[in-house]
């Protein structure tokens, strides 16, 4: 899997259409507007992930699990496919990266499960102007 893999697999699960990379992130569009997109890389956009996926976040054993979870036999328990877990040791102990990748994981396993293909990039053309 290529670094960028997990974020176009992630924009999927969120619904965002990717129009280019530009050095570390994405340029997206939710439909009605443009702009850079890297939850892996920044804070507001992982947050903003969660929120639009509906995940839950959950420290233990040293560090953090991101996804869905569901209320079963009176128990809270996460989503089969729909979590990821990443140790904070494994991220020199930043909580914050630990947490922006568990979310990333858990995005694109879902982004994953809902087929190819992956996202569509493309550039948009104006109006008079043709490709070179």
């Known amino acids: 899997m290529t670094d960028r893999e997990p ?5 999927k699960a969120a619904g965002y259409e990717v129009l280019d990379w530009y ?7 939710d439909g009605d507007r443009l702009f850079p997109w890297n939850p892996l ?6 947050f903003r992930l969660e929120t639009d996926l509906s995940f839950s976040a959950i420290e ?13 036999d009176g128990k809270l328990r996460p989503v ?14 930043d909580k914050r990266e630990a947490r922006r990748l568990a979310g ?5 396993e879902i982004g994953r499960a809902m087929g190819w293909p992956m996202v569509r990039f493309h550039h948009k ?5 043709e490709p070179i």
Not at 60 to 72: D, K, L, N, P, Q
Not at 80 to 93: E, I, L, N, P, S
Not at 104 to 108: D, E, I, Y
Not at 125 to 129: A, R, T
């Open 7 to 11: 974020l176009e697999l992630a924009a």
């Open 23 to 29: 050095g570390e992130r994405y340029t997206t569009t």
């Open 41 to 46: 890389a920044d804070d507001g956009d992982a």
């Open 60 to 72: 233990w054993a040293g560090g953090i699990e991101v996804g869905e979870y569901e209320i079963s």
């Open 80 to 93: 089969a496919g729909r979590t990821a877990y990443v140790k904070f040791d494994d991220h020199a102990g």
């Open 104 to 108: 990333l994981r858990a995005a694109a």
């Open 125 to 129: 053309q104006e109006e008079g102007n």
